[in-house]
Every structure is written in C-alpha cells, then in structure tokens.
C-alpha cells in the first residue's frame, strides 16, 4: 500500500513539473516574439527616417506594413531579409501570414505612426510615432 501511494505521489511530482515546464515554454517563446517584433518596428522606424532626410518628408499615403517594407527596401533604405515575427522568421517577401504591421501619416507627410497589432485578436501590441509615442519603452 504504501508503494502505490510513493508512486501516486512521484507521478504527481512529474505531472506538475512537465506542466511547469510546458508553461516556462510558452512564457519564452511569447517574449522571444515581443523581442522580434520591437526589434521589427525599430528597423522600420530607422529606414523611415531615412526616407525622410532623403525626400523631407514621410511616405506620403498610410498603408500596410508589407507595402511600406517593400517601398523602403526598393528605395535601398531597408535590408530585403527583414523576417517575419509572425511566420517563424520567413521573409516578408515569401510570407502568406499576415504581418500585423501598418503605417500611417497625416495628409502632409509630416509625421508618422507604426503600429504593430497582434495578426489574431488585432490588439495593438505596439505603436511608435513621430509625435507622442517617439519611444517604445
């Protein structure tokens, strides 16, 4: 009798330290992804600003984040291997999922707004501009 209870207690013990594990899992790979996507905004943010001191001004029209990473890399102010967070780190250029990125200006191209949003729930995770949010801390 008492073999079988050492065993239940033992099993027990295993159970929950998988579970520990399985959740310390989950915890990094959540902040291994907030990384990579600040990471993201910030490498879009800097081949802005180059836009900027290039042409004084922003991108002259809101869009998606896809589209604003292939016209600053078309203009040589971005790396063509910038990967996708959300897509196990494919490219932008080869992944169907969805980004979660966008870019908008006002009419006059004189500021600016990123905003990363999570692809399933489209909560902003983050958003970076030119004016009140110039930081991501």
Same mark, same amino acid.
């Not at 802005?48 to 001191?53: L, S």
């Not at 600016?112 to 983050?126: M, Q, R």
């Given at each position: 009798m008492k073999r079988k209870k050492k065993a239940k207690n033992w099993l027990l013990l295993i159970g929950m330290i998988a579970t520990l594990?399985?959740?310390?899992?989950? %915890? !990094?790979q959540d902040r291994l992804l907030d990384q990579r996507v600040r990471s993201l905004i910030l490498t879009i943010q800097q081949g @802005?600003?180059?836009?900027?001191?290039a042409e004084e001004a922003y991108p002259p029209k809101s869009m998606s984040g896809i589209d604003l990473i292939k016209l600053l890399q078309e203009r040589g102010e971005? !790396?063509?291997?910038l990967a996708n967070p959300w897509?196990?780190?494919a490219r932008f250029s080869e992944s169907p999922t969805p980004n979660?990125?966008?870019?908008?200006?006002? $009419?006059f191209a004189e500021s600016?707004?990123? $905003?990363?949003?999570?692809?399933?729930?489209?909560? @902003? %995770?983050?958003r970076l501009d030119s004016s009140e949010n110039p930081s991501l801390e």
């Open positions: 594990g399985a959740w310390m899992i989950h %915890l !990094s @802005v600003q180059r836009y900027h001191v971005l !790396s063509d291997a897509a196990s780190g979660g990125i966008a870019y908008e200006t006002d $009419i600016f707004a990123i $905003i990363a949003t999570d692809p399933e729930t489209g909560d @902003v %995770l983050y």
